[in-house]
């Protein structure tokens, strides 16, 4: 695929049709926000639930999507024609269940769903939790999302 | 069990030849670093024998990872400027590129991910052995964690053939992907990258690494905590995703290995949190 772009861990891009936008994702989530009017879409990784004040804001949920939401605004994107598709949040198979390491990938789930929220933008797709890692393409001709998991792929055409 | 499989397995094992190799270079220079008799001078000139790694490594001095700031253009001055262990690391860098940047199939990992994720636990075992007060050996911690999945290399054609039965084991027997490899193919991983360690001649403290990486508590008492060091980092780069393929996270967080370190919640939350911060350093080594 020459519009591929792969986004690394705690980045995050925003580009339009034809791009694919590729990130692989443990316990981090993967948040795909396409505003379908103007086939224009962007992906942020993130690492973390909430931002303890760091300088990174694309690590944490709580800050990288605001920015990536800002950053579609910038591009004449209207707030209305956008949803979201959000993937990963995987926890390790055994570990022990008090460490709070343990539950970083609910954490990091459950702040995604706030700051979505928080900006109105509907999530019409999850592909999260369980113990797989996940290679997820975001396709900006017409958003949808292939979720590669244990050998396996699903497509959420939904936007 | 796949007997067919496992005997086919045996056979690679047996016959050294199809294990991957490294140049006789690089377990040379690890042995001399930890032998107390031999000079700088004696390493450099061993290292400077081979034209093609010298270009490598000098190139790798210079990166962002590794550089002190002052130009270094001779491997005598790296060892003067680096020291001889991490000149050491540096070395292993160069040469193991070859054997672990390839495609990975049957894991699903794409052609620089097995690599870049032997650089990712490389530098975080680093890091966790000198902030565990085990500076002297986090060059041991690097060389081990670049190189402790390499029996993947090996197994990835036998693990595509039986993926199904192993992800299966996994679910209805409650056991780790690495259990499970051992149950249907009669090997897993870290048994075949312990082979392709002693085939290099590399010393018992890096086959240790490599033999034990998914169970710290059953290595050797004297490899214990090294082992333990590089099963941490390896699982919190599996977290953050960094050469995560069709395994997954199914894999286990040995508690035994966290006690064993004196680690503690916020400390590992901390070292998770560093990885983006790494991954950036390591942009031009990779």
């Not at chain 1, 792969?6 to 795909?32: F, K, Y």
């Amino acid at each position: 695929m020459d519009n591929l772009i792969n986004i690394g861990v705690a980045q995050l891009a925003v580009a339009e049709n034809p791009a694919v936008l590729r990130t692989i994702l443990g316990s981090c989530v993967g948040i795909c926000i396409y505003e379908r009017n103007k086939k224009i879409g962007g992906l942020a990784h993130i690492l973390l639930p909430k931002n303890p004040g760091d300088s990174n804001h694309e690590k944490y949920a709580d800050t990288a999507i605001p920015i990536l939401v800002q950053q579609l605004l910038k591009k004449g994107c209207k707030k209305e024609f956008m949803s979201a598709k959000i993937a990963g949040g995987a926890s390790m198979f055994k570990f022990k269940s008090t460490t709070a390491l343990a539950n970083i990938g609910e954490n990091n789930i459950e702040a995604t769903r706030q700051a979505l929220a928080k900006f109105g933008i509907p999530i019409v797709a999850e592909d999260v939790g369980g113990s797989t890692g996940r290679v997820i393409d975001f396709f900006l001709d017409d958003g949808r999302l292939k979720v590669k998991a244990s050998g396996q792929e699903k497509m959420y055409y939904k936007v | 069990m796949h007997e067919h499989i496992q005997q086919r397995i045996q056979s690679i094992i047996q016959n050294v030849d199809q294990l991957p190799s490294l140049p006789d270079v690089v377990s040379r220079i690890i042995n001399m670093v930890n032998d107390p008799n031999v000079s700088f001078k004696q390493v450099a000139d061993e290292i400077a024998k081979d034209q093609a790694i010298t270009a490598n490594i000098l190139k790798l001095c210079n990166s962002a990872y590794f550089s002190k700031g002052k130009e270094i253009s001779s491997i005598d001055r790296a060892i003067v400027i680096l020291g001889l262990k991490e000149v050491k690391d540096i070395v292993v860098l160069a040469t193991t590129k070859s054997v672990l940047n390839k495609v990975i199939i049957g894991y699903d990992l794409a052609r620089g991910e097995l690599w870049k994720h032997g650089v990712a636990v490389a530098m975080l075992a680093k890091k966790i052995a000198t902030e565990c007060s085990q500076k002297a050996v986090a060059d041991i911690a690097f060389t081990g964690g670049i190189i402790h999945d390499v029996g993947k290399t090996v197994l990835a054609l036998f693990v595509q053939n039986t993926f199904k039965d192993i992800l299966t084991a996994v679910t209805e027997k409650n056991i780790t992907f690495q259990e499970a490899e051992k149950l249907i193919m009669g090997f897993d991983h870290q048994q075949i990258g312990e082979q392709v360690t002693i085939k290099w001649k590399f010393p018992k403290v890096l086959q240790s690494i490599v033999r034990y990486h998914h169970e710290p508590i059953n290595a050797p008492n004297e490899h214990k905590k090294i082992v333990s060091i590089v099963h941490i980092a390896n699982t919190l780069c599996l977290m953050a995703g960094i050469g995560i393929g069709s395994d997954g996270l199914y894999h286990e967080l040995n508690q035994d290995a966290v006690t064993m370190l004196g680690l503690h919640d916020p400390q590992l939350e901390k070292f998770y949190s560093d990885i983006p911060e790494l991954m950036a350093r390591a942009k031009d080594i990779l």
